[in-house]
Protein backbone atom coordinates (compact mmCIF):
# COMPACT_ATOMS: atom_id res chain seq x y z
CA UNK A 1 0.00 0.00 0.00
CA UNK A 2 1.32 3.59 -0.77
CA UNK A 3 2.30 5.85 2.26
CA UNK A 4 -0.65 8.15 2.24
CA UNK A 5 1.29 10.69 2.89
CA UNK A 6 2.70 10.61 -0.63
CA UNK A 7 -0.78 10.05 -2.10
CA UNK A 8 -1.21 12.19 -5.36
CA UNK A 9 -3.57 12.41 -8.44
CA UNK A 10 -1.72 10.41 -11.01
CA UNK A 11 -3.92 11.58 -13.75
CA UNK A 12 -1.49 13.11 -16.59
CA UNK A 13 -2.52 16.71 -16.91
CA UNK A 14 -6.14 18.08 -17.55
CA UNK A 15 -9.07 15.30 -18.36
CA UNK A 16 -12.60 14.65 -19.30
CA UNK A 17 -14.64 11.74 -18.44
CA UNK A 18 -16.48 9.50 -20.92
CA UNK A 19 -19.52 11.57 -20.30
CA UNK A 20 -18.16 14.69 -20.85
CA UNK A 21 -16.35 13.81 -24.23
CA UNK A 22 -19.82 12.13 -25.04
CA UNK A 23 -22.03 14.68 -24.88
CA UNK A 24 -19.68 17.32 -26.49
CA UNK A 25 -19.77 15.26 -29.50
CA UNK A 26 -23.29 14.78 -29.14
CA UNK A 27 -23.31 10.79 -29.15
CA UNK A 28 -24.24 8.16 -26.46
CA UNK A 29 -21.51 7.17 -23.51
CA UNK A 30 -21.19 3.87 -24.98
CA UNK A 31 -21.00 4.90 -28.71
CA UNK A 32 -17.45 7.01 -27.06
CA UNK A 33 -16.44 3.59 -25.38
CA UNK A 34 -16.40 2.22 -28.42
CA UNK A 35 -14.53 4.58 -30.13
CA UNK A 36 -12.01 3.95 -27.36
CA UNK A 37 -12.21 0.22 -27.42
CA UNK A 38 -11.35 0.76 -31.58
CA UNK A 39 -8.70 2.71 -31.07
CA UNK A 40 -10.06 5.57 -33.01
CA UNK A 41 -10.36 7.57 -29.64
CA UNK A 42 -6.93 6.97 -26.51
CA UNK A 43 -7.75 6.89 -23.46
CA UNK A 44 -6.17 5.67 -20.00
CA UNK A 45 -7.41 4.33 -16.71
CA UNK A 46 -7.29 6.00 -13.82
CA UNK A 47 -6.39 3.81 -10.47
CA UNK A 48 -10.04 3.29 -9.53
CA UNK A 49 -10.53 1.71 -13.16
CA UNK A 50 -12.02 4.54 -14.79
CA UNK A 51 -11.50 5.93 -18.56
CA UNK A 52 -10.35 9.29 -18.44
CA UNK A 53 -9.79 11.28 -22.07
CA UNK A 54 -6.77 13.66 -21.83
CA UNK A 55 -7.62 16.98 -23.10
CA UNK A 56 -5.12 17.07 -25.80
CA UNK A 57 -5.72 13.93 -27.08
CA UNK A 58 -9.39 14.85 -27.47
CA UNK A 59 -8.70 18.28 -29.01
CA UNK A 60 -6.76 16.48 -31.75
CA UNK A 61 -9.11 13.90 -32.27
CA UNK A 62 -11.55 16.43 -32.52
CA UNK A 63 -9.68 18.94 -34.80
CA UNK A 64 -9.52 15.07 -37.21
CA UNK A 65 -13.03 14.47 -37.34
CA UNK A 66 -13.63 18.41 -38.11
CA UNK A 67 -15.98 18.95 -34.79
CA UNK A 68 -16.40 22.10 -32.46
CA UNK A 69 -13.04 22.50 -30.22
CA UNK A 70 -13.69 21.34 -26.59
CA UNK A 71 -13.83 24.43 -23.77
CA UNK A 72 -10.65 24.74 -22.00
CA UNK A 73 -10.84 22.68 -18.80
CA UNK A 74 -10.62 25.31 -15.82
CA UNK A 75 -7.41 24.49 -13.87
CA UNK A 76 -7.70 21.72 -11.53
CA UNK A 77 -8.71 22.50 -7.85
CA UNK A 78 -6.37 21.35 -5.05
CA UNK A 79 -7.44 19.56 -2.08
CA UNK A 80 -5.40 19.19 1.31
CA UNK A 81 -6.43 15.51 3.40
CA UNK A 82 -5.12 15.82 6.70
CA UNK A 83 -5.90 13.12 9.05
CA UNK A 84 -4.17 10.52 11.65
CA UNK A 85 -6.04 7.88 10.43
CA UNK A 86 -4.43 6.22 7.10
CA UNK A 87 -7.89 4.16 6.52
CA UNK A 88 -9.36 7.36 6.14
CA UNK A 89 -6.65 9.50 4.00
CA UNK A 90 -6.56 6.11 2.09
CA UNK A 91 -10.65 6.25 1.28
CA UNK A 92 -11.00 10.22 0.75
CA UNK A 93 -7.59 9.91 -1.65
CA UNK A 94 -9.47 7.18 -3.76
CA UNK A 95 -11.96 8.93 -4.36
CA UNK A 96 -10.85 12.29 -5.25
CA UNK A 97 -8.65 10.56 -7.27
CA UNK A 98 -11.38 9.24 -9.58
CA UNK A 99 -13.39 12.25 -9.24
CA UNK A 100 -14.43 13.66 -12.72
CA UNK A 101 -13.28 17.31 -11.27
CA UNK A 102 -10.02 15.77 -11.34
CA UNK A 103 -8.44 17.65 -8.05
CA UNK A 104 -4.72 17.54 -7.53
CA UNK A 105 -4.15 16.29 -4.24
CA UNK A 106 -1.32 15.97 -1.35
CA UNK A 107 -2.13 14.74 2.16
CA UNK A 108 -1.03 14.87 5.75
CA UNK A 109 -1.12 13.20 9.29
CA UNK A 110 -0.95 16.02 11.86
CA UNK A 111 -1.54 19.57 11.93
CA UNK A 112 1.61 20.92 11.41
CA UNK A 113 2.76 18.96 8.58
CA UNK A 114 -0.76 20.54 7.23
CA UNK A 115 0.55 24.29 7.60
CA UNK A 116 3.99 23.81 6.11
CA UNK A 117 2.58 22.06 3.25
CA UNK A 118 -0.39 24.40 3.17
CA UNK A 119 2.60 27.21 2.23
CA UNK A 120 3.47 25.92 -1.16
CA UNK A 121 0.40 23.97 -1.97
CA UNK A 122 -2.49 26.36 -1.17
CA UNK A 123 -5.26 24.09 -2.18
CA UNK A 124 -8.90 25.35 -2.85
CA UNK A 125 -10.34 23.06 0.01
CA UNK A 126 -8.81 22.07 2.88
CA UNK A 127 -10.53 18.04 4.50
CA UNK A 128 -9.54 18.38 8.02
CA UNK A 129 -9.50 16.03 10.94
CA UNK A 130 -10.55 18.03 14.16
CA UNK A 131 -8.63 15.83 16.66
CA UNK A 132 -4.98 14.92 15.68
CA UNK A 133 -1.48 15.28 17.86
CA UNK A 134 0.59 17.99 17.81
CA UNK A 135 -1.60 20.15 16.27
CA UNK A 136 -5.28 19.86 16.10
CA UNK A 137 -7.85 20.73 13.06
CA UNK A 138 -9.22 23.56 15.66
CA UNK A 139 -5.75 25.57 15.71
CA UNK A 140 -5.01 24.70 12.36
CA UNK A 141 -8.62 26.70 11.36
CA UNK A 142 -7.54 29.34 13.40
CA UNK A 143 -4.32 29.97 11.46
CA UNK A 144 -5.61 29.62 8.53
CA UNK A 145 -8.38 32.16 8.92
CA UNK A 146 -5.98 34.81 10.64
CA UNK A 147 -3.83 34.52 7.81
CA UNK A 148 -4.54 36.88 4.66
CA UNK A 149 -3.21 34.61 2.34
CA UNK A 150 -4.61 31.57 3.14
CA UNK A 151 -8.17 32.79 4.99
CA UNK A 152 -10.48 32.16 1.56
CA UNK A 153 -9.42 28.58 1.64
CA UNK A 154 -12.83 26.34 2.34
CA UNK A 155 -12.25 24.17 5.36
CA UNK A 156 -14.25 20.92 5.44
CA UNK A 157 -13.76 19.02 8.75
CA UNK A 158 -14.20 16.04 9.71
CA UNK A 159 -14.44 14.19 13.21
CA UNK A 160 -15.41 11.13 15.08
CA UNK A 161 -16.56 13.54 17.76
CA UNK A 162 -19.89 15.45 17.16
CA UNK A 163 -19.38 17.70 20.98
CA UNK A 164 -16.75 18.78 18.91
CA UNK A 165 -18.12 20.16 16.00
CA UNK A 166 -19.17 23.71 17.28
CA UNK A 167 -15.43 24.43 17.96
CA UNK A 168 -14.27 24.08 14.39
CA UNK A 169 -17.13 26.11 13.13
CA UNK A 170 -16.76 28.32 15.31
CA UNK A 171 -12.75 28.43 15.03
CA UNK A 172 -13.36 29.18 10.86
CA UNK A 173 -14.53 25.60 9.28
CA UNK A 174 -16.82 25.92 6.10
CA UNK A 175 -18.61 22.87 7.13
CA UNK A 176 -18.19 19.25 9.11
CA UNK A 177 -19.41 15.88 8.78
CA UNK A 178 -19.10 13.33 11.50
CA UNK A 179 -17.44 9.70 11.03
CA UNK A 180 -17.98 7.30 10.02
CA UNK A 181 -17.41 9.95 6.55
CA UNK A 182 -20.21 9.14 4.18
CA UNK A 183 -18.73 9.35 0.70
CA UNK A 184 -22.28 10.79 -0.61
CA UNK A 185 -21.92 13.44 2.05
CA UNK A 186 -18.89 14.23 0.91
CA UNK A 187 -19.96 14.91 -2.81
CA UNK A 188 -22.37 17.02 -1.36
CA UNK A 189 -20.02 19.56 0.54
CA UNK A 190 -18.19 19.74 -2.63
CA UNK A 191 -20.82 20.95 -4.84
CA UNK A 192 -21.58 22.97 -1.79
CA UNK A 193 -18.20 24.59 -1.24
CA UNK A 194 -16.40 24.88 -4.60
CA UNK A 195 -19.40 25.35 -6.85
CA UNK A 196 -21.02 22.88 -9.06
CA UNK A 197 -19.17 20.33 -11.35
CA UNK A 198 -18.78 20.90 -14.93
CA UNK A 199 -18.97 17.19 -15.36
CA UNK A 200 -22.39 15.71 -17.27
Do not use: C, W
Given at each position: MK??????????????????AAAHCQVSTPTLKTWIREGR???????????RIAAEEFQRFLRRHRMPTYPAPRPSAGVLVVDDEPQVVDMLV????????????????????????LGSFR?????????????????VCRHLKSN??????RILGITGYPDVVPGLLAAGADACLTKPIALAAVELELEHLLGPSVAT
Open positions: NPKNSKNSSPRASLTTGQLRAFKTPGGHAAFLTDHPRGFKIETASDGYEALIKPALLILDVMMPKLDGIEPETQTT
